[in-house]
């Protein structure tokens, strides 16, 4: 048997994804460095199937049919660069090299780079959706050379998630596109799952609030315009109880775990200059939670009692819903904004509409939010903000009151709010025609030299004043980052 494609890395998202396209109609070969676990496969779920098993790199280059096709499912870093250097001399020009893992954007353009010098084809294609989307359809984002995507559009399309039809999966762009939108999409989940967190806390700790109060909520909301996945599986977690009947998610210890990609994003963003403040602020929220040793004894410290708040439970409530909805739109604005600036650094042509829709089946962040950036991209492809949006302006301007009394609230009522707190921030900053920037502009002309612009003067035209009267007329050059 010849097969259609080759995958190596058998952990579960590996193995998920070999099931969906032999159910699609794809016959796959299969290697794992661990041999084992492709003997485990063949002989376990993959039996009876068009799945080829491998016990070396070069069984699994000739079972493929040409031009040869190879996705890696492996761990993101130095063990794909190894696996290229593996494969590529038993490769021949045009074949094709798949990186489904979460590489770094800039090591999957050096690999397109040193891998198209070599005359192979490369695509670096963000998969997200977990285990059970690997295995039923995934939200795929592909970047690289486009001559690969045209090679294998039709497979990856049909194992994709759909959303009305509609295969969540579509060309990105050139060199490390793909595998940055889907570090911008982790970005935003970071952000969507801090800001559910944060409202939990409040009900939890300010409200006092059970469970199962709040498995009612969260399943009431999830009929709103907060219909999404990660609302969906707070639903779920807050009403599971094991065997004892014992609520499960407050058996689980509060300290968190990250991968990294959130961490890329706002590195990313840092470099790009975006402010991109929620997502930020998510990050390091579960670096403050991984310190949990560090809290247990400054919380010793500083005791304090969390003040209950006041206002009237279901009215706070509904508060609570509109300020984690505005939340989430200015997450989205940053996240896309930094999608736009970089598309301008590295030449891409991003299709923002074209995102969200890719984004509304399969991955973690599927929602029917996804629907309304959609639609504003479809009235303004050059749409700078979101929040300039007819849409998301009526949305943000019916929530501010509430948004207003729940960080309120959760600065009243000692309860960290980090990732709601910055979103508001930054709304009021960005809907702010007079920041205290000409201070800031000031202070750096005072003790550095570094010019200013003025009220009246024509953009772009800089002024140093000699504050002190001793410092003379040589100006600093000017620069942004």
């Not at 080829?52 to 070069?58: A, R, V, W």
């Not at 979460?102 to 070599?118: A, H, I, L, P, Q």
């Not at 006041?310 to 909805?325: G, T």
């Not at 973690?364 to 949006?389: M, N, T």
Request: with cysteine; proline share 3%.
């Amino acid at each position: 048997m010849q097969a259609d494609i080759g995958l190596i890395g058998l952990a579960v998202m590996g193995e998920n994804l070999v099931m969906n396209m032999e159910s699609k109609g794809f016959a796959a070969a299969v290697f794992n460095r661990s041999t084992d676990k492709v003997r485990r496969f063949v002989e376990g779920r993959g039996k009876g199937r068009r799945i080829l098993g491998c016990y070396s790199l070069p069984e699994l280059v000739e079972s493929l049919k040409r031009p040869r096709k190879i996705m890696l499912m492996i761990k993101a870093g130095q063990a794909v660069d190894e696996m290229l250097e593996q494969l590529l001399p038993m490769l021949e020009p045009g074949d094709i090299l798949i990186d489904g893992g979460n590489s770094y954007f800039e090591d999957t353009r050096r690999r397109m780079k040193y891998v198209n010098e070599k005359g192979l084809l490369y695509l670096g294609m963000g998969v997200s959706g977990g285990e059970e989307g690997a295995l039923h359809g995934p939200c795929l984002m592909p970047g690289g050379n486009r001559e690969a995507w045209d090679a294998v559009k039709e497979l990856f399309q049909a194992v994709s998630a759909k959303a009305e039809e509609v295969p969540c999966c579509s060309w990105i762009g050139s060199d490390g596109a793909g595998h940055f939108v889907k570090m911008v999409h982790n970005g935003i989940e970071y952000g969507d799952m801090q800001l559910i967190c944060e409202v939990y806390q409040l009900m939890r700790d300010g409200l006092g609030m059970s469970c199962e109060e709040m498995h009612r909520i969260f399943a009431c909301w999830n009929e709103t315009e907060l219909d999404s996945y990660l609302v969906e599986i707070t639903r779920d977690i807050l009403g599971y109880q094991d065997e004892k009947g014992e609520r499960t998610v407050e058996k689980i210890l509060d300290t968190a775990g990250q991968k990294g990609t959130g961490k890329w994003t706002s590195q990313a963003a840092l470099q790009e200059g975006v402010p991109l403040t929620l997502i930020s602020e998510a990050v390091f929220a579960r670096c403050t939670a991984a310190a949990r040793e560090e809290r247990v004894k400054a919380h010793a410290l500083y005791k304090r009692t969390t003040v209950p708040v006041k206002e009237n439970k279901d009215d706070f409530v509904e508060d609570l819903r509109k300020a984690l909805y505005a939340s989430k739109i200015i997450s989205y604005a940053q996240g896309y904004g930094l999608l736009r600036k970089a598309a301008k650094t590295y030449g891409w042509e991003l299709d923002y509409g074209g995102i969200a829709l890719s984004w509304r089946g399969g991955c973690i962040i599927r929602s029917v939010f996804l629907g309304k950036i959609k639609e504003a991209y479809d009235r303004d492809p050059d749409l700078s903000s979101l929040i300039l949006d007819p849409y998301f302006k009526e949305a943000l301007s019916d929530s501010q009151e509430s948004w207003r009394r729940v960080v309120a609230a959760g600065a009243l009522s000692g309860v960290p709010l980090p990732a709601m707190s910055a979103a508001l921030a930054y709304f009021d900053s960005f809907t702010c025609d007079s920041l205290p920037a000409n201070l800031l502009q000031a202070q750096r002309d005072y003790f550095g030299a570094h010019t200013y612009e003025r009220t009246d003067r024509p953009r772009g035209t800089f002024f140093h004043t000699n504050w002190t009267g001793n410092s003379g007329s040589t100006q600093a050059g000017n620069y942004v980052v």
